[in-house]
């Protein structure tokens, strides 16, 4: 019978089609992990992969091996997660995705409290675009996903934190810095620029420019919400950024000020996203409850969810 290390083997080098990089991630030798797979497509009895000095190649087979083996992985490091779950609540690790626009502003706040109160948790961090985490969490290199919601991709469960409001940032010296709220016919005719395709943020912002009769930028897309804010604090245009980064970067910036739409005002709902059925469950539903304590003792910024 294949050996799960040698599955392992299998999805390293379907992930990175190379045997050196393959063995690296597997912190084997080379002539290890390619012995291995050798001895796998002896023990099936089929070609998995095509090898050549040009570059390596999974057969159709291989491929739809490679991916049913990610799942056996992934189930079998459910059984260990199940078995310590039994031992302790909120202990081990947790691998955590997040977006890129949320865990730098959202993370500070909340990390000193679980480590305090559960120190035995630990938490390896992953940023990423939300397609990268999503496929991340279907294939369990991910356990949970800080993410807005509404999520319908995959057999997955949630649970919502809070509703962080969107401020409209402008240059200082722009008209609408003179008001103190701002409604939304005010955004009519602006230029608004926002994060690069790709962001779950690009497609709000291009949703909501479409509701207030504003312009959205094609041309000149930011990578992150730090190049945002430096563009707009240039005059190229007025921005929809979330409140925590409001908070951690905007208030500091001579340059900007960032100002509510008093009605109806936008907002992302953000949550916590996991694998249906995960042995982790119970862990997680308690976690999106401790958290929102956190927040709504200590973050007036958002507003949690009951």
């Known amino acids: 019978m294949p050996t799960l290390q040698q599955f392992r083997y299998l999805v390293a080098v379907s992930e990175t089609l190379h045997f050196r990089r ?7 030798t080379q002539p290890t992990l390619s012995g291995q797979l050798r001895e796998l497509e002896e023990k099936l009895g089929v070609q998995l992969v095509e090898r050549s000095r040009a ?3 999974l057969t159709p087979l291989g491929k739809e091996i490679a991916t049913r083996a990610r799942t056996v992985l992934r189930d079998v490091q459910d059984i260990v997660e199940l078995a ?7 202990g081990g690790t947790i691998r ?3 977006l890129q626009s949320l865990g730098p502003y ?4 909340i990390l000193p409290d679980l480590h305090q109160s559960y120190p035995n948790l630990k938490l390896y961090v992953r940023e990423g675009f939300p397609d990268t985490l999503l496929v991340g969490l279907d294939e369990g290199s991910l356990d949970l996903l800080f993410f807005p919601l509404p999520v319908t991709a995959g057999d997955l469960q949630t649970a919502r934190l809070f509703r962080e409001p969107l401020w409209i940032v402008a240059p200082r010296d722009h008209p609408l810095a003179a008001r103190e709220h701002l409604e939304r016919q005010d955004l009519k005719g602006e230029t608004v620029l926002t994060l690069e395709r790709g962001h ?4 709000q912002v291009r949703d909501l420019c479409d509701q207030f009769g504003a312009n959205l930028s094609l041309d000149y897309e930011g990578t992150s919400l730090d190049t945002l804010r430096q563009m707009v604090g240039m005059g190229m245009g007025v921005s929809f950024l979330p409140a925590l980064y ?5 208030l500091q910036d001579s340059q900007v000020v960032a100002r509510p739409i008093r009605s109806r005002a936008p907002f992302r709902m953000i949550g916590m996203i ?3 059925h995960s042995a982790r469950e119970d862990e997680f539903v308690a976690l999106s409850g401790h958290i929102r304590r956190i927040l709504k003792k200590g973050v007036p910024e958002v507003t949690t969810m009951e």
């Open 22 to 28: 393959a063995a690296e991630m597997s912190h084997v």
């Open 96 to 98: 955590l995705g997040v």
């Open 246 to 250: 409001v908070r951690a970067e905007v």
């Open 274 to 276: 996991w694998r249906r």
């Open 106 to 109: 959202l993370l500070p706040h």
């Open 84 to 90: 310590k779950h039994g031992q302790s609540l909120l």
């Open 55 to 57: 570059r390596v190649i």
């Open 200 to 203: 779950r943020l690009h497609d």
